[in-house]
């Protein structure tokens, strides 16, 4: 086999980056102390990611950034400061979430290599092409996909010149990536930001099944799965681990790094996974690569599964025998961490030293020698002027080490300027300094030009076409449509996530009702983007609004206007322009996350509309396995088609601090959890009116729980009037939606 597959490693700290390099890992993933998705990891310093740059290539090991975070306006700058040294500093890609880091590094840094993060929720074809045309050079397959759809997808990117990864080992989320907003709602930490409390693994009252964690997904791990990956075309091989230690970190790679070589060797695998049993696990899956959603993914213990793994493995049953196991596992453990321990403890990360050494004589060039690192690798450089004498001011040992004191270069530290060989009373134009600086930073560079910084210029504020802003509508039942004679509204419906094939009646429906305007969601895979697409070829519509990019790619390509719904996470000015210079995009929803300072001095391009959803359930998380399965219990043993096509099962789940939570399953949906209140914000109204387009209401009865149906008509009649300034229809609101919150509007990300 010629095909290099990649072994990526997670490198939370420093010496777990070490461990991933000592074991073997091809590339390593790392974030430093802000604008990354594990703000729990120790994480990184600058000079720190400068040393790790040195110590990995020297290894062949390649380093990838996460950046994998909605950016929020105030942080443009920072960002570009940030991408502004990246640059020059060897970094082999960066993992990136926020559409508006795309449209930056295409424009003022094309150097950086972008890879689109699990984040990004990528499932379909439209979703690569999407990804590709804004300038991601990588994509990470959704952890959901199995092994067919991944086939597919690598093979798509690889026409378009991207290259795939896929989650091989680790913990797996139980919601789509970028689609969990459960800790954001709960307890006011984003996931879109790296602040995930991780609330699929909170304890719940026990559930009618028996179950006290509900939904804790077991450890994802396809160490068996290789072939399979392999056939696949799948470019790297991802183990996540951030938050984890460098113990973990050295016994994961080292494992799959034996099993990798052994198969490219032997076209063979090991049959001993031992070592990922003795470190941190949850126990293991690989359901969802296999297609097999079976309840047992589930596993009723969020903690540290290995030592129950080695009591079940001996058989051990009496007192004496599982402390012998529990002993000989610990033994096994301290082993391993011994001979990390050995095999880093004399790598290191420190600057290198830098001795610079000035020599020069009258009517000669001025000589500097630097002398690098331990080993005293030395480099001359001489300039084209020569010493004249100093009519004014000499050029001194003083005026040197001013000029030459930083080379913008981390990977050194000047431990020593010697002037000595340098006669008295001399002078050098400035500009001959400049130029011999300019030579040493090059060749201190690894003789690569370095970058200037980019100054990027504050964007424009542009108005809005109208002075007014008018009320949007969303509804998901055909019944519904009758709405559309009670107002002027534009009225969206909501599409299904799945779809019988070949079925008209969504196209139908929409056909039939010119008014309805569609409504794509967030998550669609294989059939059920391609039966999406066929219904915008069937329909044709004026326009369109997309939670799903590669809807958003198929309109662009289309002609068709689309507008950027709440589930693409939008924050910033730069994600807007991304959507509309790339894609053609008309207007966009700006996420319900970020608060009113967050979002005021958001800027829209040219003829460009901003909306924002006022009154919604508010979800917290998609998942396409069941819920049901660990709460209320399902008589099918395994998740299929048929059962997103027809459950409509309903539940509520209560955590042990008293907050409950509703399941919802819709017809051609996948189960998702709700919070008990709905979202209703009017002080946006109040605070920001002039900065959007249109406010929207979701009249869908998704998501409600047993709350009672409201009056839609009633509804619309009032929002409208308020939205016109009614005081009144406000209080009205408030009487009818009791059970309400802005609360992510007030604490904002």
Same mark, same amino acid.
């Given at each position: 086999?010629?095909?290099?597959?990649?072994?990526?490693?997670? =490198?939370?700290?420093?010496?777990?980056?070490?461990?991933?390099?000592?074991?073997?890992?091809?590339?390593?993933?790392?974030?430093?102390?802000?604008?990354?998705?594990?703000?729990?990891?120790?994480?990184?310093?600058?000079?720190?990611?400068?040393?790790?740059?040195?110590?990995?290539?020297?290894?062949?090991?390649?380093?990838?950034?996460?950046?994998?975070?909605?950016?929020?306006?105030?942080?443009?700058?920072?960002?570009?400061?940030?991408?502004?040294?990246?640059?020059?500093?060897?970094?082999?890609?960066?993992?990136?979430?926020?559409?508006?880091?795309?449209?930056?590094?295409?424009?003022?840094?094309?150097?950086?290599?972008?890879?689109?993060?699990?984040?990004?929720?990528?499932?379909?074809?439209?979703?690569?092409?999407?990804?590709?045309?804004?300038?991601?050079?990588?994509?990470?397959?959704?952890?959901?996909?199995?092994?067919?759809?991944?086939?597919?997808?690598?093979?798509?990117?690889?026409?378009?010149?991207?290259?795939?990864?896929?989650?091989?080992?680790? $913990?797996?989320?139980?919601?789509?990536? =970028?689609?969990?907003?459960?800790?954001?709602?709960?307890?006011?930490?984003?996931?879109?930001?790296?602040?995930?409390?991780?609330?699929?693994?909170?304890?719940?009252?026990?559930?009618?099944?028996?179950?006290?964690?509900?939904?804790?997904?077991?450890?994802?791990?396809?160490?068996?799965?290789?072939?399979?990956?392999?056939?696949?075309?799948?470019?790297?091989?991802?183990?996540?681990?951030?938050?984890?230690?460098?113990?973990?970190?050295?016994?994961?790679?080292?494992?799959?790094?034996?099993?990798?070589?052994?198969?490219?060797?032997?076209?063979?695998?090991?049959?001993?996974?031992?070592?990922?049993?003795?470190?941190?696990?949850?126990?293991?899956?690989?359901?969802?690569?296999?297609?097999?959603?079976?309840?047992?993914?589930?596993?009723?213990?969020?903690?540290?599964?290995?030592?129950?793994?080695?009591?079940?493995?001996?058989?051990?049953?009496?007192?004496?025998?599982?402390?012998?196991?529990?002993?000989?596992?610990?033994?096994?453990?301290?082993?391993?961490? $011994?001979?990390?321990?050995?095999?880093?403890?004399?790598?290191?990360?420190?600057?290198?030293?830098?001795?610079?050494?000035?020599?020069?004589?009258?009517?000669? $060039?001025?000589?500097?020698?630097?002398?690098?690192?331990?080993?005293?690798?030395?480099?001359?450089?001489?300039?084209?002027?020569?010493?004249?004498?100093?009519?004014?001011?000499?050029?001194?040992?003083?005026?040197?080490?001013?000029?030459?004191?930083?080379?913008?270069?981390?990977?050194?530290?000047?431990?020593?300027?010697?002037?000595?060989?340098?006669?008295?009373?001399?002078?050098?134009?400035?500009?001959?300094?400049?130029?011999?600086?300019?030579?040493?930073?090059?060749?201190?560079?690894?003789?690569?030009?370095?970058?200037?910084?980019?100054?990027?210029?504050?964007?424009?504020?542009?108005?809005?076409?109208?002075?007014?802003?008018?009320?949007?509508?969303?509804?998901?039942?055909?019944?519904?449509?009758?709405?559309?004679?009670?107002?002027?509204?534009?009225?969206?419906?909501?599409?299904?996530?799945?779809?019988?094939?070949?079925?008209?009646?969504?196209?139908?429906?929409?056909?039939?009702?010119?008014?309805?305007?569609?409504?794509?969601?967030?998550?669609?895979?294989?059939?059920?983007?391609?039966?999406?697409?066929?219904?915008?070829?069937?329909?044709?519509?004026?326009?369109?609004?997309?939670?799903?990019?590669?809807?958003?790619?198929?309109?662009?390509?289309?002609?068709?206007?689309?507008?950027?719904?709440?589930?693409?996470?939008?924050?910033?000015?730069?994600?807007?322009?991304?959507?509309?210079?790339?894609?053609?995009?008309?207007?966009?929803?700006?996420?319900?996350?970020?608060?009113?300072?967050?979002?005021?001095?958001?800027?829209?391009?040219?003829?460009?509309?901003?909306?924002?959803?006022?009154?919604?359930?508010?979800?917290?998380?998609?998942?396409?396995?069941?819920?049901?399965?660990?709460?209320?219990?399902?008589?099918?043993?395994?998740?299929?088609?048929?059962?997103?096509?027809?459950?409509?099962?309903?539940?509520?789940?209560?955590?042990?601090?008293?907050?409950?939570?509703?399941?919802?399953?819709?017809?051609?949906?996948?189960?998702?959890?709700?919070?008990?209140?709905?979202?209703?914000?009017?002080?946006?109204?109040?605070?920001?009116?002039?900065?959007?387009?249109?406010?929207?209401?979701?009249?869908?009865?998704?998501?409600?729980?047993?709350? $009672?149906?409201?009056?839609?008509?009633?509804?619309?009649?009032?929002?409208?009037?308020?939205?016109?300034?009614?005081?009144?229809?406000?209080?009205?609101?408030?009487?009818?939606?009791?059970?309400?919150?802005?609360?992510?509007?007030?604490?904002?990300?």
């Amino acid at each position: 086999m010629n095909r290099k597959i990649e072994l990526l490693a997670p =490198g939370g700290d420093v010496e777990a980056i070490k461990a991933a390099v000592i074991a073997g890992a091809n590339a390593v993933y790392c974030g430093l102390d802000n604008f990354n998705a594990r703000n729990r990891a120790s994480n990184l310093t600058f000079d720190d990611l400068s040393g790790i740059l040195r110590l990995t290539h020297k290894y062949d090991c390649d380093v990838f950034l996460t950046l994998n975070v909605v950016i929020l306006e105030y942080e443009i700058p920072s960002l570009i400061k940030l991408l502004n040294k990246l640059v020059n500093s060897g970094i082999d890609g960066i993992i990136v979430q926020d559409l508006g880091i795309f449209n930056l590094v295409k424009k003022y840094f094309p150097s950086l290599n972008i890879h689109a993060s699990t984040q990004l929720t990528t499932l379909n074809e439209g979703q690569i092409l999407f990804l590709a045309k804004i300038g991601a050079s990588r994509v990470n397959l959704s952890r959901e996909l199995n092994i067919n759809e991944m086939k597919s997808l690598s093979a798509l990117a690889h026409k378009h010149n991207v290259l795939t990864e896929v989650f091989v080992h680790g $913990a797996l989320c139980i919601a789509f990536s =970028g689609q969990c907003y459960s800790s954001s709602v709960s307890v006011g930490n984003s996931g879109n930001r790296g602040s995930c409390s991780q609330a699929c693994r909170d304890e719940y009252e026990i559930t009618a099944t028996g179950n006290r964690f509900p939904l804790n997904l077991k450890d994802n791990s396809a160490y068996f799965d290789l072939p399979e990956l392999v056939d696949a075309q799948v470019d790297s091989l991802k183990i996540e681990g951030r938050i984890k230690n460098a113990h973990y970190v050295y016994t994961v790679v080292d494992t799959w790094r034996k099993q990798v070589d052994e198969f490219v060797e032997s076209g063979k695998l090991l049959a001993d996974n031992s070592n990922l049993h003795r470190v941190f696990n949850r126990d293991f899956t690989n359901s969802f690569l296999q297609g097999d959603l079976t309840k047992d993914m589930f596993i009723d213990n969020p903690r540290d599964h290995s030592i129950q793994h080695a009591i079940e493995k001996s058989h051990a049953v009496l007192v004496e025998d599982i402390q012998k196991v529990k002993h000989e596992l610990y033994t096994r453990k301290n082993e391993l961490g $011994a001979e990390l321990a050995e095999k880093i403890k004399y790598i290191s990360i420190a600057k290198q030293p830098l001795a610079l050494t000035f020599t020069g004589k009258l009517n000669e $060039a001025l000589c500097l020698t630097m002398t690098i690192g331990d080993d005293d690798k030395l480099h001359s450089l001489k300039t084209e002027l020569k010493l004249k004498p100093a009519n004014q001011s000499a050029i001194n040992q003083a005026t040197l080490e001013k000029r030459f004191k930083n080379f913008a270069n981390n990977d050194y530290t000047i431990e020593g300027f010697d002037c000595d060989g340098l006669d008295d009373d001399l002078s050098i134009p400035f500009k001959a300094l400049t130029a011999l600086k300019n030579q040493a930073t090059f060749l201190l560079n690894n003789s690569v030009e370095v970058i200037p910084f980019v100054e990027v210029s504050t964007l424009e504020k542009k108005n809005k076409s109208s002075s007014k802003h008018s009320l949007s509508i969303l509804i998901a039942d055909e019944k519904d449509s009758q709405l559309c004679d009670l107002t002027d509204a534009d009225v969206y419906f909501k599409l299904p996530e799945s779809f019988k094939k070949g079925s008209n009646k969504y196209i139908d429906i929409l056909l039939n009702n010119p008014r309805l305007i569609p409504w794509f969601p967030a998550v669609l895979i294989g059939n059920d983007y391609d039966e999406s697409v066929r219904i915008l070829e069937q329909v044709l519509p004026d326009r369109i609004v997309s939670n799903n990019t590669g809807i958003a790619y198929k309109a662009f390509e289309m002609g068709i206007e689309w507008i950027a719904g709440p589930f693409l996470n939008t924050t910033n000015s730069y994600a807007l322009l991304t959507l509309k210079e790339e894609l053609n995009c008309a207007g966009a929803f700006i996420s319900n996350e970020i608060n009113r300072m967050q979002i005021k001095n958001i800027r829209r391009p040219d003829n460009f509309k901003l909306l924002y959803s006022i009154y919604h359930p508010i979800l917290m998380m998609t998942s396409r396995q069941c819920f049901f399965q660990q709460t209320v219990g399902c008589k099918k043993s395994s998740i299929d088609d048929k059962c997103m096509l027809t459950c409509t099962k309903a539940t509520t789940i209560k955590n042990i601090k008293g907050v409950s939570f509703n399941i919802d399953k819709q017809k051609g949906g996948y189960p998702s959890i709700y919070n008990h209140e709905q979202f209703l914000n009017f002080d946006i109204v109040n605070d920001l009116a002039d900065l959007f387009d249109e406010f929207f209401i979701d009249l869908t009865n998704i998501g409600t729980g047993s709350k $009672a149906e409201q009056d839609k008509a009633q509804l619309i009649t009032l929002f409208e009037n308020f939205l016109s300034g009614d005081d009144q229809a406000q209080q009205k609101l408030n009487n009818l939606i009791i059970v309400s919150t802005n609360a992510q509007y007030s604490q904002g990300l």
